[in-house]
């Protein structure tokens, strides 16, 4: 009465394990998409502020702050 046989419906199963495979891709979808937001905003903040540096780099070599040699030393360890 209350079992409906692997999960075919009846007046008490209503699909029964059939029902859950897509519960549970949902929840796998949700956790995925959940990830990959969290480690898009980690890369996000390294990208502005390494960008940041360089535009702060550009402008101090064009109001000549500084040298060339140090313009490509610091370039080089903002890239790194």
Known sequence: MFCSGFGFGGPYGGGGFFMMIPMILILLINVYFIHK???NN??????????????????RFAKGEISEEEYISKKQKIEE
């Open 42 to 59: 980690k890369n996000n903040s390294t990208d502005t502020s390494s960008s940041k540096a360089m535009n702060i780099l550009n402008e």
């Open 37 to 39: 937001a969290f480690n």
